[in-house]
């Protein structure tokens, strides 16, 4: 950003507040030859979950005299043939404090005043944006708001097992969302389901419970089950070990959680799945306990990362 050459070279670059870090929060009064850097406090806001807070930026004009390096509010006799150019930045433990991953956007704006004029007086406004992509890859995660825990103990919800013909069914809902540590910005989000089980003339799209001590190789040893998401108003259903991909994007349907570790409400994207458990002769089943183990895996967008 450069002082228009039209403008007297003596022009100061004044915050609108010294309080307010909406547009920065800096000095408004002029000075006479103040040779250090500019501390400006600026409010960053997040895209999606506008979550909010401030960061000092600093700044500083070289007038290219004899002290080059002048503070943003100091005027000074210049001698040089350039216009003053200004430089601002962000030192990296600024960019720490930011409390999530995500786009956080601020805009600074600076009223270019002359010396001689009375405070208030503005020849000009400069403005500069500030876009920081931030992905927090340390909290990339799967959140199941139901649960305290990423690996909770849900069973299929089978009804019906004590009916005179052992026809029994199940469902289970689990609450589901994604988080990519990116605000949800990224634009697709893979998830992949699997058993871990090498089961022969298995449907793909069939997950499956075993028998306690056993490898469930046998039907009467087993208990298959689906799992099944909805995109787009219909219902769709996982095959067991392929990656299902989620468009993201601006358009993409977010949800505002907390997460831990996290001290600002973050956006992840909803996934809840449904455990389907299609009709079956419980009487045909081995008795004994049944258990399983479901795998499920995230990668948010590499571009993201």
Request: charged fraction near 20%; charge should be positive; include cysteine.
């Given at each position: ?31 006479w ?7 400006i406090?600026l ?15 600093f700044?500083f004009?070289?007038?290219f ?7 943003l509010?100091?005027a000074?006799h ?7 150019a ?8 600024e960019l720490?404090?930011l409390p999530s991953?995500?786009i ?7 009223n ?10 503005a ?10 992509r ?10 199941l708001?139901?649960h ?9 919800g ?5 009916s005179?013909?052992?026809r029994?069914?199940g469902?289970?809902?689990?609450d ?6 990116f ?6 989000f893979d ?21 306690d001590?056993?490898s469930g190789q046998s039907?009467?040893e087993?208990?298959?089950?689906r ?22 994007g601006n ?12 001290p600002v ?7 809840p ?8 002769n ?6 004994g306990?049944?258990?399983g183990?479901?795998k499920?895996i995230?990668s ?6």
């Open positions: 950003m450069g002082v228009d050459e039209t403008v007297d070279r003596g022009n100061v670059l004044l915050c609108k507040s010294d309080v307010d870090p909406k547009f920065g929060a800096c000095a408004t009064k002029a000075v030859s103040a040779r250090d850097r500019t501390e406090a409010l960053f806001t997040e895209a999606r979950s506008h979550a909010q807070i401030a960061l000092k930026v700044g004009r070289n007038n005299s004899e002290f080059p390096e002048q503070a509010h100091s000074v210049s001698t040089g043939e350039r216009a003053p200004v430089t601002v930045w962000i030192e990296s433990g720490r404090k991953g995500g956080w956007k601020a805009t600074l704006k600076l270019q005043q002359n010396w001689h004029q009375s405070p208030g007086q020849l000009a406004e400069s403005t500069v944006e500030f876009t920081l931030v992905t927090d890859t340390k909290n990339i995660q799967i959140f708001p139901e305290n825990t990423t690996t909770p103990t849900v069973d299929l089978l009804i019906g097992q004590v005179r013909d052992g029994t069914t469902r289970r809902n689990i589901m969302c994604l988080y990519d540590g605000g949800a910005h990224s634009s697709r998830v992949t389901i699997k058993d871990g089980l090498t089961v022969p003339q298995r449907a793909p799209e069939n997950f499956s419970v075993v028998r001590g056993t039907p009467r087993r208990i298959d089950y799992v099944t998401y909805v995109h787009n108003g219909q219902r769709k259903t996982f095959i067991n070990g392929e990656t299902v991909s989620l468009p993201g358009n993409a349907e977010v949800r505002s959680v907390y997460l831990p570790n996290i409400p973050v956006m992840c994207k909803p996934m799945l449904t455990l389907e458990t299609p009709e079956f419980a009487k045909e089943k081995a008795a306990s049944y258990t183990r479901l499920i995230f948010p967008s590499a571009q993201s990362l």
